[in-house]
């Protein structure tokens, strides 16, 4: 398969602050990536990162062989990235239908696509974004991902504070998303075998830096070295 | 070994079902949203079929199986693990009893609330043995060929109920649930205050 995206020797911070030091990783298309680590150690940083919203300091960003780092975020959204912010970033003026509309670009996602995977979403098309459940806002956020129909999906910690059965369900359409092939993910998760069950690789970050990096099914079958990777004290 | 990331995964589904029906019943005692017998229903079917259907016979078959021939020292964790699978058909069968005396006598709440803790905590506890003591062990002691057979096993998705495959059937069982149950368990309607 052919690279998608290469991270390369890259630091990053907010200000003057440095978060990220020398990191470096790659992603081919259709590819997913577990980006794990305990809190503060730079994993939405790289996210942040990505989609441009830092002070690059060094290093290299590469999508498919071109600057990503000369591009800002409108157009790194237009040019694949699709994000799913932890904070979800919900319009309490916009219905899920117009949340899902206003972001649309051409492709194989449309409305009627992420309705089939979101049948709850259907139902609530004329509910306000500050009308939804939890689990239903994090399905819409990573809808309106889709909406953009991208070639790398960004999901910042998307189980965050949900039930286990609505975990459970995302975990589901994500698993079904990263099968399909048709793009590539990289999942940030506090929740390390969640992250590792969906994804082909894991890279592990340690205040910035990279420590770690395996297949993710190798790491989920050494809970040892993932006990010492990602738990806390 | 994928198939240790499926295991946990059918586990982390049995146990999600298992504790939003718990919770659910907490609040249903405290008074604050009614009983929903049609979702405890949907969620007794998954909790009673899933395992037997799809994730025990997979483990005593190929995972166990494979376990025993190479590592003969882990018989009684294996067997031990086995009888729990017996027990568990017993102790859901107790399980579902309590649900249907509900059902009839609604005075009886507090005997289903009480079953289904000690039901849950039975399940946790198997679970966390097969992952916290005989995966890990698996992990090592099994051979490439042993995964490779094990994994295609858990895998397939040829064992065919109701006309369509296993996993497919109870992916449809799992969507309604959580189509169903109230937030913030699932995204179904608004339980209404009792």
Redesign the interface.
Known sequence: MAELLAVEGVTAGYGDGVVLEDVSLSLEEGDSLALLGRNGMGKTTLLVTLMGLTRLRGGLLRWRGRDLAALPTHRRSQAGLGWVPQERFMFPSLTVEEHLTAVARPGRWTVKKVYEIF??LEERRGNYGNQL????QQ?LAIARALMVNPSLLLLDEPMEG????????L??VIRELVADGGMAVIVVEQHA?LA??LTRQAVVLERGRVVHRSA???L?????TLHRLVSVS | MKAIAIIQDEHRAITSVIEGLRHMLVEVAAGRIPVDHALIGAMFHYIEAFPEKLHHPKEDDFLFARMRARRPEAAPLLDALEAEHAVGRERFAELKATWERFRDDASTLAAFVEAVERYSYFHWRHMRKEEDELLPLAAKALADEDWKAIDTAFLSNEDPIVGVPASKAFRELFRRIVAIAPPPWGVGPEAAPR
């Open positions: 049948p709850r459940s939890g689990g239903e399905m949900l039930a286990p059965i609505i975990v459970q369900e975990m589901n075998k590792l069950a993710s099914e190798q989920l079958a050494d809970p040892e």
